[in-house]
């Protein structure tokens, strides 16, 4: 049972929540790691390093849209490679995110929160709420 009075509200704190720890981990790459630090980073684990000012750019504008609640959906949706990119890295490290090199209990948590986002909609007090198109709404909608 979906509480439909509250359940914006749930939505709501979940995507402030998101858009704060991805607008975190941007600043962590830029600020603490630096942009060639992570792009040394990405490149040691097997990842293509040219991608590090692109993640870091998509968290930074991707947090601010989902603080703002703008296409929160679509948003969360397009961020999800970056999640399980971040959860591939960690997924050999074992569950818990303190064991050595990160384990991959957050990154997966951080997974199914966007996921949440793409499936629940954009919450309450979003600027620019993300529509679907009239066939996924109505499919969206209880019989």
Not at 42 to 56: D, E, H, N
Not at 73 to 85: E, F, I, N
Not at 97 to 123: H, K, M, Q, R, S
Request: glycine share 12%; net charge positive; no cysteine.
């Amino acid at each position: 049972m979906v509480d439909t009075r509250t359940a914006p509200y749930a939505l709501l704190l979940l995507r402030l929540a998101l858009g704060v720890m991805f607008i975190a981990h941007a600043a962590l790459k830029v600020f603490v790691f630096t942009v060639p630090g992570f792009a040394g980073f990405l490149a040691q684990v097997g990842m293509p390093s040219f991608m590090a000012l692109p993640v870091i750019l998509l968290e930074t504008f991707g947090g601010v849209a989902l603080i703002l609640g703008v296409y929160s959906r679509a948003v969360a949706l397009v961020l999800t490679p970056v999640l399980l990119g971040a959860l591939s890295v960690h997924a050999g490290n074992g569950w818990l995110f303190t064991a050595a090199n990160g384990g991959w209990e957050y990154p997966a948590f951080l997974v199914i929160a966007g996921l949440t986002i793409v499936l629940g909609g954009d919450g309450a007090l979003a600027l620019r709420p993300t529509t679907l198109p009239r066939s996924a709404r109505l499919a969206a909608q209880p019989a």
